[in-house]
């Protein structure tokens, strides 16, 4: 898939407006991540030069700092970004994650970035640092914490993070008694 259609792809998912703070900002980091890829010296220079004034003139504006070296998979979410969200360069996001406002994930004052599964949920205040492994299915709630690992399909709230396992959508009927 394209940039321009991964771009496409974001701004449907962000309600359809060039205005939304999140869908500019993923934008101009889909950019970016495409334009330093590039094989070219010459063309990625090039790439480059417009990409650094967007992300200078978009990061005053919006305050969301995602690097062009960041790995996020498809169908990633800025939810209301009307606060700061800053994302270390190294940090690897997978499919179908959601964030909100005022989100740190980074390092811990020492090497190493988070990895972060799919269809995970990060929810506002929320800060994910260190070297960990944040699982698939997680949610991670407001104003929490995170520093050590969270396994598939588990809740982490607190700080510092208390991880709960997350209860069924719905359980299985019970057997009937004979």
Not at 16 to 44: C, E, M, N, Q
């Amino acid at each position: 898939m394209g940039v321009l259609s991964t771009i496409l792809d974001d701004w449907r998912r962000h309600g359809r407006s060039v205005t939304d703070a999140g869908f500019v900002s993923l934008a101009i980091y889909r950019y970016g991540h495409w334009a330093v890829g590039l094989k070219s010296p010459v063309l990625r220079w090039l790439a480059t030069k417009p990409y650094g004034l967007m992300r200078l003139l978009i990061l005053s504006i919006t305050k969301v700092w995602i690097p062009p070296g960041t790995r996020i998979g498809k169908d990633f979410h800025i939810i209301h970004a009307e606060g700061p969200i800053s994302i270390h360069p190294d940090v690897e996001i997978g499919d179908r994650c959601g964030i909100m406002h005022n989100v740190t994930i980074g390092t811990n004052m020492g090497q190493g970035v988070p990895v972060i599964g799919d269809d995970v949920f990060i929810g506002v205040n929320a800060t994910v640092l260190g070297r960990i492994r944040v699982g698939n299915r997680v949610r991670i709630g407001a104003n929490t914490a995170v520093s050590t690992n969270v396994p598939d399909d588990h809740i982490a709230v607190g700080s510092p993070a208390k991880i709960y396992p997350r209860l069924p959508l719905r359980t299985a009927p019970a057997a009937p008694k004979a």
